[in-house]
């Protein structure tokens, strides 16, 4: 079966990886030598003349306002593992492996030619990754060619799609040299020859052209017109999940920290769809400048993949564990999964939706009143009214032989009772717990109080005491 | 046109007749005596029910415990937001209650009990949700009647006697207190119905007691 490969090309990565601001102009620049060189910049900056390839002073002198990143490998990195995983929704054959040396963009191939039937056509995969692409919010150009290389050149020259051979080599050939992915001397070569065009170079006599230029532009020419197979190393989701993202400055309140949190929960659950897993569990740690870092956990009763539910957890947990101080960094991980119940949301939609706002409610409970404040009742197996019920996960069915009649309110601990209460009928004779130490010999009563109240009422045997122990309503 | 609707009122949109009365979802209370007395026959859905008592453990939870074993039997769920005591469940199993249906929510200060409740009332996953607020301003009301009427649960909320003379917005109030007979129901307020009194018989898991006699029953 023919390949089809598709180029996401990410013109502003470098700047985007570091969360900009949006609105003020911005670039990203890096350090060759003592020069400081823009890589790439922002729209509002791009529209003051600021160009990738200036020095910075430049720039700035161009557009004074102008906010400097220093570009991070790191975060970069982080980045593509984040755009993979939005790839790897529609194809298993995801790979950022650069290939063109000389490139500052930076390019996420995937090939698609196995996942067409799945998606009955080009268009439908497309709109799928287009709609995961634009969720995580990087500018991205896509290019489609039966080559990897051929979809990186139409990428680069924002060319429409070529869907077999003949259509990519028409639409190759008009492209400027400029844009092949060769060293720059090579190019510089070609064009010494008086060649300007893709299709002028094509058609070189194919010994010739490696004679004089080389077996590593031979081997690409031939990847890219698919004389060669593109041997890729291929992406896979990572097991345990870990994202870091470092702040330029520090960020003094939760409210800032928002923004930067909705992204990385936009990744993760870009993660968590393309493993088709949701997630039971994950901790986000705040990093600070000059205390220890605050780790806040968040569980879930049950998985969720939506990345707007995990940030209503979040700011719940956060509400309740104020910050010792600004934070620098965040690292969110998560190692617990489950798939959650969406692949029967055709089939049964109002009990999925049902399902959906019951987990929902039940962990923003849990998130900001702590696990111990939402509890199930549960029957334990034992006489002792102290020790005959328990608190239960909420929803777990007790299993246990029900007792006879039984008050509704039960006091946390039985209170000693000053004089005799007025028993109306009883008694009832308990006896036990020699087996776990706390023996008890009581004999119950219910009593009526002068007010009317009802009272579960026993009378210490071995002490002669009366203490009240629930109330009957 | 204007003639004809000063003859016939009802031509004219947005004029209210007291006689008619708002349709009103309700869930059956499973007291008849009590139900004969509200308008549609039970608890109001969707809107605030206020009983206002004193003294815990004179039948004021049992009120509740036909409508809470019928709503957990038929697969709802029901919220006990900040109880006084701890439902016992032994005690609610007996009354038919299906345990696994029942979500406890005991929040740490009366705010945090406040926002539990319109949480839980807001969210449409409960049937009913019964409240012991410690103190409830007008706006927490008001909050309240707007997240029970989103979520459409019968919502409860429990509030002592000195809570009768504040204004509410609650479509129902009824005052409960022990009398010989067994629980005495003053209904202070009724959208839709009329105030009334009426008396239950003792809700008695206590007869279930052996009268006399010693040792294990």
Same mark, same amino acid.
């Given at each position: 079966?023919?390949?089809?490969?598709?180029?996401?090309?990410?013109?502003?990565?470098?700047?985007?990886?570091?969360?900009?601001?949006?609105?003020?102009?911005?670039?990203?620049?890096?350090?060759? /030598?003592?020069?400081?060189?823009?890589?790439?910049?922002?729209?509002?900056?791009?529209?003051?003349?600021?160009?990738?390839?200036?020095?910075?002073?430049?720039?700035?002198?161009?557009?004074?306002?102008?906010?400097? @990143? $220093?570009?991070?490998?790191?975060?970069?990195?982080?980045?593509?593992?984040?755009?993979?995983?939005?790839?790897?929704?529609?194809?298993?054959?995801?790979?950022?492996?650069?290939?063109?040396? #000389?490139?500052?963009? @930076?390019?996420?191939?995937? $090939? +698609?030619?196995?996942?067409?039937?799945?998606?009955?056509?080009?268009?439908?995969?497309?709109?799928?990754?287009?709609?995961?692409?634009?969720?995580?919010?990087?500018?991205?150009?896509?290019?489609?060619?039966?080559?990897?290389?051929?979809?990186?050149?139409?990428?680069?020259?924002?060319?429409?799609?070529?869907?077999?051979?003949?259509?990519?080599? +028409?639409?190759?050939?008009?492209?400027?040299?400029?844009?092949?992915?060769?060293?720059? *001397?090579?190019?510089?070569?070609?064009?010494?020859?008086?060649?300007?065009?893709?299709? $002028?170079?094509?058609?070189?006599?194919?010994?010739?052209?490696?004679?004089?230029?080389?077996?590593?532009?031979?081997?690409?020419?031939?990847?890219?017109? /698919?004389?060669?197979?593109?041997?890729?190393?291929?992406?896979?989701?990572?097991?345990?999940?870990?994202?870091?993202?470092?702040?330029? /400055?520090?960020?003094?309140?939760?409210?800032?920290?928002?923004?930067?949190?909705?992204?990385?929960?936009?990744?993760?659950?870009?993660?968590?769809?393309?493993?088709?897993?949701?997630?039971?569990?994950? #901790?986000? *740690?705040?990093? @600070?400048?000059?205390?220890?870092?605050?780790?806040?956990?968040?569980?879930?009763?049950?998985?969720?993949?939506?990345?707007?539910?995990?940030?209503?957890?979040?700011?719940?947990?956060?509400?309740?564990?104020?910050?010792?101080?600004?934070?620098?960094?965040?690292?969110?991980?998560?190692?617990?999964?489950?798939?959650?119940?969406?692949?029967?949301?055709?089939?049964?939609?109002?009990?999925?939706?049902?399902?959906?706002?019951?987990?929902?409610?039940?962990?923003?409970?849990?998130?900001?009143?702590?696990?111990?404040?939402?509890?199930?009742?549960?029957?334990?197996?034992?006489?002792?009214? $102290?020790?005959?019920?328990?608190?239960?996960?909420?929803?777990?069915?007790?299993?246990?032989?029900?007792?006879?009649?039984?008050?509704?309110?039960?006091?946390? *601990?039985?209170?000693?009772?000053?004089?005799?209460?007025?028993?109306?009928?009883?008694?009832?004779?308990?006896?036990?717990?020699?087996?776990?130490?706390?023996?008890?010999?009581?004999?119950?009563?219910?009593?009526?109080?002068?007010?009317?109240?009802?009272?579960?009422?026993?009378?210490?045997?071995?002490?002669?005491?009366?203490?009240?122990?629930?109330?009957?309503? | 046109?204007?003639?004809?609707? &000063?003859? %016939?009122?009802?031509?004219?949109?947005?004029?209210?007749?007291?006689? =008619?009365?708002?349709?009103?979802?309700?869930?059956?209370?499973?007291?008849?005596?009590?139900?004969?007395?509200?308008?549609?026959?039970?608890?109001?859905?969707?809107?605030?029910?206020?009983?206002?008592?004193?003294?815990?453990?004179?039948?004021?939870?049992?009120?509740?415990?036909?409508?809470?074993?019928?709503?957990?039997?038929?697969?709802?769920?029901?919220? &006990?937001?900040?109880?006084?005591?701890?439902?016992?469940?032994?005690?609610?199993?007996?009354?038919?209650?299906?345990?696994?249906?029942?979500?406890?929510?005991?929040?740490?200060?009366?705010? =945090?009990?406040?926002?539990? !409740?319109?949480?839980?009332?807001?969210?449409?996953?409960?049937?009913?949700?019964?409240?012991?607020?410690?103190?409830?301003?007008?706006?927490?009301?008001?909050?309240?009647?707007? !997240?029970? =009427?989103?979520?459409?649960?019968?919502?409860?909320?429990?509030?002592?006697?000195?809570?009768?003379?504040?204004?509410?917005?609650?479509?129902?109030?009824? !005052?409960?207190?022990?009398?010989?007979?067994?629980?005495?129901?003053?209904?202070?307020?009724?959208?839709?119905?009329?105030?009334? =009194?009426?008396?239950?018989?003792?809700? %008695?898991?206590?007869?279930? &007691?052996?009268?006399?006699? !010693?040792?294990?029953?």
């Amino acid at each position: 079966m023919p390949l089809l490969w598709t180029a996401i090309r990410l013109p502003c990565l470098p700047l985007e990886a570091l969360s900009p601001s949006a609105t003020e102009p911005s670039a990203a620049f890096e350090r060759k /030598g003592n020069r400081r060189l823009v890589v790439c910049c922002n729209k509002p900056a791009e529209a003051s003349g600021v160009v990738s390839g200036m020095t910075l002073s430049a720039a700035t002198a161009l557009c004074p306002g102008l906010r400097e @990143h $220093e570009r991070r490998p790191a975060a970069e990195r982080a980045a593509l593992g984040a755009l993979s995983a939005a790839a790897y929704q529609v194809t298993d054959q995801v790979s950022v492996q650069p290939t063109a040396p #000389q490139s500052s963009a @930076h390019t996420v191939w995937l $090939e +698609v030619a196995n996942s067409l039937r799945m998606f009955q056509g080009l268009d439908a995969l497309l709109a799928k990754l287009n709609s995961a692409l634009d969720r995580l919010g990087y500018s991205y150009i896509l290019g489609i060619a039966p080559t990897l290389e051929g979809a990186s050149l139409l990428a680069s020259a924002d060319q429409p799609f070529a869907t077999d051979r003949q259509q990519f080599l +028409v639409a190759a050939r008009r492209l400027p040299l400029s844009l092949l992915g060769m060293k720059e *001397e090579t190019t510089e070569a070609l064009r010494g020859c008086g060649m300007r065009t893709v299709g $002028e170079v094509l058609a070189l006599p194919h010994s010739e052209f490696a004679m004089r230029f080389g077996q590593d532009a031979t081997d690409y020419l031939g990847r890219l017109i /698919g004389r060669l197979p593109d041997v890729r190393r291929f992406y896979k989701p990572p097991d345990k999940y870990r994202r870091y993202f470092e702040f330029e /400055g520090e960020l003094e309140s939760t409210g800032a920290l928002l923004f930067p949190l909705r992204r990385m929960l936009v990744e993760f659950q870009e993660y968590l769809i393309a493993r088709d897993t949701g997630v039971r569990e994950f #901790q986000l *740690e705040l990093e @600070h400048a000059d205390a220890p870092s605050t780790t806040v956990a968040v569980g879930m009763s049950a998985p969720s993949r939506d990345a707007a539910h995990l940030l209503v957890l979040l700011r719940e947990r956060m509400e309740r564990a104020p910050m010792p101080g600004p934070v620098r960094a965040l690292t969110l991980a998560a190692s617990r999964f489950a798939a959650p119940r969406v692949q029967q949301r055709e089939l049964f939609v109002t009990r999925t939706k049902e399902d959906e706002e019951w987990s929902s409610v039940i962990d923003r409970l849990t998130a900001r009143l702590g696990a111990e404040a939402v509890k199930g009742l549960g029957l334990a197996d034992d006489y002792r009214p $102290e020790k005959s019920w328990c608190q239960v996960p909420v929803g777990s069915e007790s299993k246990i032989v029900l007792q006879k009649s039984r008050p509704l309110w039960l006091l946390p *601990e039985p209170r000693p009772l000053v004089g005799i209460p007025r028993c109306v009928t009883g008694p009832e004779r308990m006896e036990g717990g020699w087996w776990d130490g706390l023996d008890v010999a009581r004999d119950y009563y219910l009593a009526k109080a002068k007010d009317g109240a009802r009272l579960w009422v026993y009378r210490d045997r071995n002490t002669g005491g009366w203490f009240l122990q629930g109330l009957w309503s | 046109m204007q003639a004809a609707a &000063f003859q %016939n009122p009802s031509l004219i949109r947005g004029v209210w007749r007291g006689r =008619e009365r708002a349709i009103q979802t309700t869930e059956p209370t499973g007291w008849t005596a009590l139900n004969s007395h509200l308008p549609g026959d039970g608890w109001p859905v969707g809107s605030v029910t206020e009983l206002i008592c004193d003294r815990t453990g004179i039948g004021e939870f049992g009120l509740l415990m036909p409508l809470v074993a019928r709503l957990t039997n038929a697969g709802k769920r029901v919220a &006990f937001v900040a109880p006084p005591y701890l439902p016992y469940a032994h005690g609610l199993a007996g009354h038919g209650v299906k345990l696994g249906r029942v979500v406890l929510l005991s929040p740490e200060s009366p705010d =945090e009990a406040l926002w539990a !409740a319109e949480q839980t009332l807001r969210s449409s996953s409960f049937g009913l949700v019964a409240v012991w607020p410690k103190a409830v301003s007008d706006r927490d009301l008001r909050r309240l009647q707007l !997240a029970a =009427e989103t979520g459409g649960a019968v919502a409860v909320l429990y509030r002592p006697r000195s809570a009768a003379s504040q204004h509410s917005t609650a479509a129902l109030r009824i !005052a409960v207190s022990s009398s010989e007979m067994g629980l005495k129901l003053e209904i202070l307020k009724n959208r839709g119905g009329s105030p009334s =009194e009426l008396s239950l018989p003792l809700l %008695n898991d206590s007869t279930r &007691f052996r009268k006399t006699g !010693a040792g294990w029953a």
